[in-house]
Each structure stands twice: as C-alpha cells, then as structure tokens.
Nanobody, 125 residues
Framework: QAQLVESGGDLVQPGGSLRLSCTVS????????IGWFRQAPGTSREGVAY????????QYKSAVKGRFAISRDSAENAVYLQMNRLRTDDTGVYYC??????????????????WGQGTQVTVSS
C-alpha cells in the first residue's frame, strides 16, 4: 500500500518561492503518475500540477503555468513542486496523490486513490 508524505510548506511573502516534496513509500514511483492538489479554506480541492509515471507528460492548472514546476526523482522515489512568484491566492493546503485509474480528466479526484496528509502553504505579507 502506498504512503505519501508532503513537506516544505511554509509562510512566505508574495513573490517568494517554496519547494514542496512528496515522498512515497510502499510502491515504486516508476509505475505511477502523481498529482499535486490544493485546497483553500471554504473551497473544493483543485488540481495544480501533474506528472506522468515516465515523467514525459506534465500538466498545470492555468493559474500556475510559468510559475510552478513539477519534477520527479526515481532514486529518491519522490516528486517535487517548485513554486515561484507566489501569490496570495496560492494559499492553501497542498496534497500530493497517486493516480491509480484513468476514468476522468487529469485532475479527476476519484482517479487518485492514495493521498498524503497535506502541507500548509501561506502566502501573505
């Protein structure tokens, strides 16, 4: 059974940067795609970034394109989310999730069976 642990969340000023990590145990990431999601208070969880199991396909929510970058490290069995030029509306709890089915679009919530506990990102001056 897969276990995912996020880290790297913090309080940062607008315009700053953060790097989130998603460390996976129990399965090899070489066989699974990963998505990053976020949830702000009072809103539904939304997909932010996605990387395929071979790392050749990446997708981003339009609001983060050009600012966020997702990557993966097979040796570390981890996925990273580099977030630059952060804005106040990037605030939320960020989750990584392992995609186990392909029934919907890239960020279809129910295609992701395993989730981490989340890490808080707060962008504020």
């Amino acid at each position: 059974q897969a276990q995912l642990v996020e880290s790297g969340g913090d309080l940062v000023q607008p315009g700053g940067s953060l790097r989130l990590s998603c460390t996976v145990s129990g399965v090899s990431l070489d066989h699974w795609a990963i998505g990053w999601f976020r949830q702000a208070p009072g809103t539904s969880r939304e997909g932010v970034a996605y990387i395929s199991k071979d790392g050749l396909e990446v997708q981003y929510k339009s609001a983060v394109k050009g600012r966020f970058a997702i990557s993966r490290d097979s040796a570390e069995n981890a996925v990273y989310l580099q977030m630059n030029r952060l804005r106040t509306d990037d605030t939320g709890v960020y989750y990584c999730a392992l995609r186990t089915s392909y029934t919907g679009d890239t960020f279809f919530y129910f295609d992701y069976e395993y989730w981490g506990q989340g890490t808080q990102v707060t962008v504020s001056s």
